[in-house]
């Protein structure tokens, strides 16, 4: 058993099997550990703030006998997860809604004997909506009707998607990264008992994927250079292709002579 690097390892050698397997650096997994522990740390201060506002609004009105209005206003955060406790509002007199395209705010408020109060909206909600839940309310005011709900559902708009769209993408790369860090592989070329059969295994942290194939399959093996990586190339009839990343020329040399050399492939010049 020998190492080329702390890469590929070959488990086996001899005329009959080779038997590569790949794996990740130690400092790959140091750096992993250190920006996921970064993100998680800015996604915990982001993702109450961001969510905060997401939830259902819904405001009860009533008029007392003595004509005065009042408003009771419940409101759920987070996704609907928390409740707050009502707010009552009293003497409302009537509503105003505020449209600032310039910083996309869309608002309404009641107008109480104590001043203005915001009751839906803010930035970036539906103008349409906003719009909508201002005139109902003006309606009941100037109307004679004895009580009004009015429910806002903000969960489901477009920007409730947008910011779960961009808070979704850290912890999706935290989970590809989590699958490609453990992926590992584990390619086996053997001519036991005339098998003359190419294997690779896939590990990751679901399982285990095994792809098979007949030795005459193979219909190059190359090695392709990317930048400051050396990556051996095994290519299959039917275009399919393998790759063993190396950091190193004369380590990825290795791996191609020895496997050209195992199934008779003559030595490529450059090598």
């Known amino acids: 058993m020998s190492a080329l690097d702390n890469q590929i390892k070959v488990v086996k050698q001899n005329t009959e099997e080779i038997i590569l397997k790949t794996k990740q650096h130690w400092f790959v997994l140091v750096f992993f550990i250190l920006w996921s522990s970064g993100v998680l740390s800015v996604l915990r201060h982001i993702i109450p703030e961001a969510t905060q506002s997401?939830?259902?609004?819904?405001?009860?009105?009533?008029?007392a006998q003595s004509g005065l209005i009042n408003c009771q206003?419940?409101?759920s955060q987070y996704f609907g997860f928390k409740s707050n406790s009502a707010q009552e509002f009293n003497s409302v007199k009537g509503t105003k809604l505020l449209i600032?395209?310039?910083?996309?705010?869309?608002s309404v408020f009641i107008l109480t004997a104590s001043?203005?109060?915001?009751?839906?909206?803010?930035v970036g909600a539906d103008r349409d909506k906003m719009t909508s839940i201002s005139q109902q309310l003006q309606s009941f005011i100037n109307s004679s009707q004895t009580s009004i709900t009015v429910t806002h559902d903000n969960r489901f708009?477009?920007?409730?998607?947008?910011?779960?769209?961009?808070?979704?993408?850290?912890p999706l790369s935290i989970i590809i990264g989590l699958y490609k860090l453990f992926s590992t592989q584990t390619f086996i070329f053997s001519k036991v008992n005339n098998m003359n059969i190419f294997i690779c295994h896939t590990h990751t942290l679901i399982g285990i994927r095994t792809k098979k194939y007949d030795l005459n399959e193979i219909q190059e093996i190359k090695l392709l250079d990317y930048d400051d990586y050396y990556i051996p190339t095994i290519i299959l009839?039917?275009?399919?292709?393998?790759?063993?990343?190396?950091?190193?020329?004369?380590?990825?040399?290795?791996?191609?002579?020895?496997?050209?050399?195992f199934l008779g492939f003559p030595r490529l010049p450059y090598l």
């Not at 997401?54 to 008029?63: D, E, F, K, P």
């Not at 600032?100 to 869309?106: A, C, L, P, V, Y």
């Not at 708009?157 to 850290?170: N, R």
């Open 54 to 63: 997401l939830g259902v609004i819904n405001l009860t009105c009533q008029r």
């Open 73 to 75: 206003r419940k409101q």
């Open 100 to 106: 600032k395209d310039r910083t996309g705010e869309r």
């Open 115 to 122: 001043g203005q109060i915001v009751v839906f909206g803010g």
């Open 157 to 170: 708009e477009l920007s409730s998607f947008f910011i779960l769209t961009l808070l979704s993408i850290f």
């Open 237 to 261: 009839s039917s275009k399919q292709e393998y790759k063993i990343v190396s950091n190193s020329f004369e380590k990825g040399t290795e791996i191609v002579n020895m496997l050209r050399d």
